[in-house]
């Protein structure tokens, strides 16, 4: 699976949109970028997931260059519960994996009011 | 839908001890697996079930075992607790370990081993 480079963290006022970079230069045609995020204690949350097209659903919208090597995740109205660590992972998507979620260091955004 | 539920939330345990940490889903997943989670180490897969009788071993699964007897359950069973073992485990599912299923994950369970 390609490896992924967010920014350690970031800040955001209550109300705006939380735009979270993730570059993921080597990724392969057939691997997907998934979003997730974890709030303090509690399990990692499914966002969104895309494979080139961009993406949107009620809790987020997920852009992807047209070249595939970065991604951005939106949240475009940030509450002071949005705080969490988020995610950016690539899945391969062809049956030999494990099903396996690498989960890296993450972005760990800060909601301010 | 209850989703992915996890029991018990905390536990302590000796050195030596075991237990069986208890993780169900009623979404009719057929891919089930267990986490555990370290500050610094992230999330490690320890076992992982694609269907009720088959499962196979993830990147940590030294002193863990596993069944898959239903498509609900999948029970994480510690032999001999160590100290090493204390952690947050975390259940996951989804249709299937494909990437083009999401997966849902439960609430965790805290252990402590002393």
């Known amino acids: 699976d390609a490896k992924t480079t967010q920014p350690t963290s970031m800040d955001c006022a209550e109300g705006r949109a939380a735009n979270l970079p993730c570059n993921h230069s080597?990724?392969?045609?057939?691997?997907?970028v998934y979003w997730y995020r974890q709030i303090h204690s509690q399990g990692p949350q499914y966002i969104i997931h895309?494979?080139?097209n961009n993406e949107t659903n009620e809790m987020a919208s997920l852009i992807i260059t047209e070249d595939r090597k970065s991604s951005t995740l939106i949240l475009p109205h940030a509450t002071l519960r949005d705080t969490a660590v988020y995610y950016c992972?690539?899945?391969?998507?062809?049956?030999?994996?494990?099903?396996?979620?690498?989960f890296g260091q993450g972005t760990t955004l800060q909601v301010k009011p | 839908n209850a989703g992915v539920t996890q029991t018990p939330k905390f536990q302590v345990l000796k050195t030596g001890q075991s237990m069986t940490l208890q993780c169900a889903q009623d979404?009719?997943?057929?891919?089930m697996s267990w986490y555990r989670q370290d500050p610094g180490m992230g999330l490690r897969l320890i076992h992982y079930?694609?269907?009720?009788?088959?499962?196979d071993q993830g990147e940590v699964p030294n002193g863990y075992n596993v069944s898959r007897s239903t498509t609900e359950d999948f029970p994480l069973r510690l032999l001999s607790a160590a100290p090493s073992q204390t952690s947050v485990y975390f259940c996951?599912?989804?249709?299937?370990?494909?990437?083009?299923?999401?997966?849902?994950f439960g609430p965790g369970t805290r252990l402590t081993v002393l």
């Open positions: 996951a599912s989804s249709y299937s370990k494909s990437s083009y299923n999401e997966q849902f």
């Open positions: 080597t990724i392969s045609g057939n691997e997907y």
């Open positions: 895309g494979l080139k």
């Open positions: 992972i690539v899945r391969v998507s062809f049956s030999g994996n494990t099903g396996k979620l690498i």
């Open positions: 979404m009719n997943h057929e891919y």
């Open positions: 079930s694609v269907g009720a009788g088959i499962t």
